[in-house]
């Protein structure tokens, strides 16, 4: 089991804890407005950098571009602190994914310092494309989101075994194209008949290889047939399983000081994943 040097963590009380909870949980009033400052701060940041890609924008508009990206990047750099001084274990946080996160959404800035633009170096711009990770913290300030990713974990084995009696299909049916067409007709082998069987299942159709004898056009139009129900079944198993929950407790941001496992009831007197014991609850309405 993996151990930390601060694995006896920080006393969580004073001006810690109030930035803790304005941090970590949403159930406060001044929770909700640091998250949604925080959403609004994440969109348009994404933004930029979407506009700066643009080669006549970012010709024109370099140095305002460039004064949003490092406002934005001391922004997320102050929050990144701001976590890791009011949680218990700070080595704990960031070596989380959300701890990852933080640090990936401000890394490309600071690396661009260090990796100026030459003609002998992939573009520094494209290290900023992994400022898209920000968009990741999205789920964790949304109830759906959170809804949504426990029908898929609820669901997985479903989906793996529809999944697996699609590959199988695909396998038979690619091969038997094999036999049917040949390399004549672009079949030139098993792989590629597979691929051209994945493509047809899944109502893409690249078109780049298509079947010229009848028996492979019937075959063809089955499997385009198939496809369309394919693509409903891995949604009735999801869409179950959002219906069950509508059954279950509604949870809450409530975060464990501990493990920083979000998400605990209302009434809940312990964590629910490293059993400690949970403050009082209060939604500071």
């Avoid at 996160?101 to 990796?115: H, K, M, Q, S």
């Avoid at 084995?157 to 672009?186: A, C, D, N, W």
């Avoid at 019937?218 to 079944?233: D, K, R, Y």
Wanted: net charge positive; proline share 5%.
């Amino acid at each position: 089991m993996t151990t930390f040097p601060d694995d006896l963590g920080k006393p969580l009380d004073g001006w810690r804890l109030k930035l803790y909870t304005i941090i970590f949980e949403a159930d406060t009033k001044a929770g909700r407005r640091f998250d949604q400052c925080l959403i609004i701060a994440i969109l348009v940041s994404i933004a930029v950098v979407m506009i700066d890609s643009v080669e006549g924008v970012h010709s024109s508009l370099r140095l305002p571009l460039n004064i949003l990206e490092w406002g934005f990047t001391l922004l997320f750099t102050a929050e990144y602190v701001a976590r890791l001084s009011c949680v218990r274990k700070p080595l704990r946080y960031a070596l989380s994914f959300y701890g990852i996160v933080d640090f990936l959404a401000i890394l490309p800035t600071y690396l661009a310092i260090f990796f100026p633009e030459t003609h002998a170096l992939i573009d520094v711009r494209i290290l900023r494309l992994l400022r898209v990770f920000r968009i990741l913290k999205l789920s964790a300030f949304m109830w759906e989101y959170q809804a949504l990713g426990q029908a898929l974990h609820a669901s997985r084995r479903k989906i793996m075994v529809f999944l697996s009696v699609v590959m199988m299909i695909v396998v038979i049916l690619g091969t038997l194209m094999y036999v049917v067409e040949g390399p004549q007709h672009g079949f030139t082998s098993v792989p590629t008949s597979i691929y051209w069987a994945i493509t047809t299942v899944t109502t893409v159709g690249f078109g780049d290889i298509t079947p010229k004898t009848d028996l492979g056009r019937f075959i063809a139009s089955l499997m385009m047939l198939l496809g369309w129900g394919t693509l409903a079944v891995p949604t009735g198993i999801v869409t179950s399983e959002l219906t069950a929950q509508r059954f279950t407790n509604k949870p809450t941001t409530r975060t464990c000081h501990e493990c920083l496992t979000e998400g605990h009831a209302a009434d809940a007197g312990f964590c629910m994943h490293c059993g400690a014991k949970l403050p009082p609850y209060s939604t500071g309405k």
